[in-house]
């Protein structure tokens, strides 16, 4: 059973054998299905997000109806209207319009985990220990958070945060993995030290290459030897003034989900590289070698490939800033739009480790632009809102699309850009529908 997908993945992927891997009892012939027990009482009460107490009365084979009735039935602490792909690890994503806040709040911020969370209690969360070291760390030692907030200056910044597959399901051939759509991107407000002044602390090493993290999550087999991910960044990324070690979200403790009590923050680049329930840091003297630095693991072709091309390992190059990028977060996708008055549209843009330049709109599918207005962002590495008056010419079925063009002038892509084997960094346009009536 620790082979185990989640429950929403493997029900969509195979019902029946979803159905047997869930109920059937491992002693026991598939004509004899038992009761909910041992591990899948556990997954099932999970999904629920609630015990089962007459789980010993439930009949075999019985999905339950608030699993049976809907594609999205359980929620996650804390959270509003996520779309949850995946239960086991958890990954949820945020709907274009819930994201319309200029700070995301916590409950409208995309969860993905690579591994089972630690159980982290809220009691102490001054006593979490990171421990700093690697080759190239000169002297190594294990801090507290409550060292971290008596010896560096606080910083709070607003950073961008987005999955490096953010996207994916639009890529054909299709890629593995969470198939988001849209919504694994926010940008709460972020409170910490910066990364660059504890690595002063500690003193690095001339040969210092890449600064790497170590989460207190567990592998998702249970396996404690292994590592469900350990990424880094080089050492300028991790040097930079908006590099944080965080334990506020938005002026509160950070959620468990979101890594608490303390995370790293290296926004612009693909989330991954942020790691969460800081417990080690590495000063390594080359790049990184951890869990899901190599192979295609948020790797792209380092040359285009045609799609569905298989590359070797040794073609793909690790990916660095993500691209720019815009989602329209008012008004929702499908509305009906009286003609006579304009509609107000608005939603955020960014651009990976640069800024955006300018934001436009079309609603003739791309024929003809026009720019929007765009504010500054808070700062370095926050996302910059945009918002245009559009005004229809007809009645009937239109789109509104965005388009955002970074400083140095590369603008999205209108359909999906270069397709990779693992189906990262789709920045296409993003577009929602109106119907214009009279
Ligand atoms: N320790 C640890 N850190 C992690 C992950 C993880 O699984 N474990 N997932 C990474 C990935 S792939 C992403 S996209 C972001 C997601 O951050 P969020 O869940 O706070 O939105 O965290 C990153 N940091
Ligand atoms: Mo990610």
Not at 331 to 341: K, L, N, Q, Y
Not at 404 to 427: E, H, I, S
Request: net charge neutral.
């Amino acid at each position: 059973m620790s082979s185990w997908k989640g429950i929403h993945e493997l029900y969509r992927a195979n019902p029946l054998e979803a159905d047997r891997l869930l109920w059937e009892r491992e002693s026991e012939p598939l004509s004899r299905r038992g009761f909910l027990r041992g591990s899948g009482l556990v997954a099932m009460s999970t999904a629920l997000g609630a015990t089962i107490p007459f789980a010993h009365l439930m009949p075999g084979g019985l999905i339950p109806a608030a699993l049976a009735e809907t594609v999205d039935p359980f929620e996650l602490p804390g959270k509003d209207g996520l779309v949850i792909l995946n239960d086991r690890p958890i990954n949820a994503e945020t709907p274009a319009h819930l994201l319309d806040d200029d700070i995301t709040p916590a409950s409208r911020l995309f969860v993905r985990n690579n591994g089972i969370p630690p159980a982290v209690t809220d009691a102490n969360p001054d006593d979490w220990n990171v421990t700093i070291d690697g080759e190239s760390c000169a002297r190594p030692m294990t801090l507290s958070l409550a060292d971290l907030k008596k010896k560096f200056r606080h910083r709070t910044l607003q950073l961008q945060l987005e999955c490096g597959g953010n996207g994916r399901s639009e890529f054909y051939p299709p890629a593995r993995g969470n198939q988001w759509t849209t919504g694994a991107i926010g940008c709460p407000e972020w409170t910490g030290v910066r990364l660059r002044d504890v690595l002063e602390h500690v003193g690095i090493k001339d040969d210092a290459t890449y600064v790497a993290y170590e989460g207190a999550d567990a592998h998702l087999s249970g396996d404690p030897s292994k590592r469900p991910i350990s990424r880094g960044v080089p050492l300028a990324k991790a040097r930079e003034n908006e590099s944080l070690l965080a334990w506020a979200m938005n002026g509160e403790r950070l959620p468990p989900l979101h890594g608490a009590p303390l995370r790293m923050l290296c926004a612009g680049w693909p989330a991954s590289v942020s790691g969460k329930w800081l417990a080690r840091l590495m000063v390594r003297d080359r790049v990184h070698d951890g869990e899901k630095m190599s192979g295609q693991s948020y790797r792209v072709p380092c040359t285009p490939v045609a799609p569905g091309t298989e590359v070797a390992d040794a073609d793909m190059c690790i990916i660095e800033s993500m691209p720019v990028k815009s989602l329209i977060t008012f008004p929702r996708s499908g509305i009906v739009h009286a003609r006579d008055a304009a509609l107000e549209v608005r939603g955020h843009a960014w651009a990976g480790d640069t800024r955006v330049a300018g934001v436009h709109t079309s609603i003739d599918f791309g024929a003809t632009w026009q720019r929007a207005r765009l504010s500054k962002p808070a700062n370095r590495l926050a996302w910059q809102h945009f918002d245009a008056d559009v005004k229809f010419p007809a009645e009937g079925y239109f789109e509104v699309w965005a388009r955002a063009t970074d400083a140095a002038g590369r603008a999205q892509p209108m359909v999906l850009p270069g397709w990779n084997p693992r189906g990262y960094l789709n920045n296409a346009c993003h577009r929602i529908a109106v119907q214009v009536a009279a």
